[in-house]
């Protein structure tokens, strides 16, 4: 089972800054992995796919990068309604796997 | 617009049954391959089982493997996870969700419903 590990566990941030999120994946998944966000309440909303094609309606802000084991996962400015969790899932290999999470919050 | 819509959750004792349905509609359910995600209280996401567009093929995470089927009626747009010898530990939210893309690999999930509760406690 491929495991995927985000860090930070929380990020701090203010409105308009930058948001980096990591994800480590513990062998080489090509660039197959998404990113998701969940806000409280909410199902997960589909952000990247293949670790840097934005889905359907995403906003600009959201970029992905990586491959092989290191993602990251960029918000460039964060807007009000960005702060949430943000998980990572790799489709390299089954069983799926998401990583831990990272909580965006506001500092 | 795309929607799914799960139902059947509720509290259940250990070694008890469940079996949750998911309603697709606003997409050709017929051609899209579906999952089944789950997330436990305060906790993160956990994929449970994914079929085919056919019901061909269908996988399963080891936690649940000889004990969850995931099957499907693609004439009346619902998927459905029937849930045997139920633990505690099996105690979640129930996400159905849509494949990204009808064809190729990607394993994604780009259709969430809300999500049923399902308790496993005496």
């Known amino acids: 089972e491929i495991v995927l590990t985000q860090s930070p566990a929380t990020l701090s941030l203010s409105p308009g800054e930058r948001a980096t999120l990591s994800c480590r994946a513990s062998q080489s998944i090509s660039s197959y992995l998404g990113w998701y966000q969940q806000k409280p309440g909410q199902a997960p909303r589909l952000l990247i796919y293949d670790a840097s094609n934005r889905a359907t309606g995403i906003p600009a802000r959201f970029s992905g990068s990586g491959s092989g084991t290191d993602f990251i996962l960029t918000i460039s400015g964060l807007e009000p309604e960005d702060f949430a969790v943000y998980y990572c899932q790799q489709r390299s290999n089954w069983p799926l796997t998401f990583g831990g999470g990272t909580k965006v919050e506001i500092k | 617009q795309v929607q799914v819509v799960e139902s059947g959750g509720g509290v259940v004792q250990p070694g008890g049954s469940l079996r949750l349905s998911c309603a697709a509609s606003g997409f050709t359910f017929s051609y899209y391959g579906m999952f089944w995600v789950r997330q436990a209280p305060g906790q993160g996401l956990e994929w449970v089982a994914f079929i085919r567009y056919d019901g061909s093929d269908k996988y399963y995470a080891d936690s649940v493997k000889g004990r969850f089927a995931i099957s499907r009626d693609n004439s009346k747009n619902t998927l459905f996870l029937q849930m045997n010898s139920l633990r505690g530990d099996d105690t979640a939210v129930y996400y159905c969700?849509?494949?990204?893309?009808?064809?190729?690999?990607?394993?994604?999930?780009?259709?969430w419903g809300k999500g049923t509760t399902v308790t496993v406690s005496s």
């Open positions: 969700a849509k494949r990204l893309l009808t064809g190729g690999f990607y394993y994604y999930m780009d259709a």
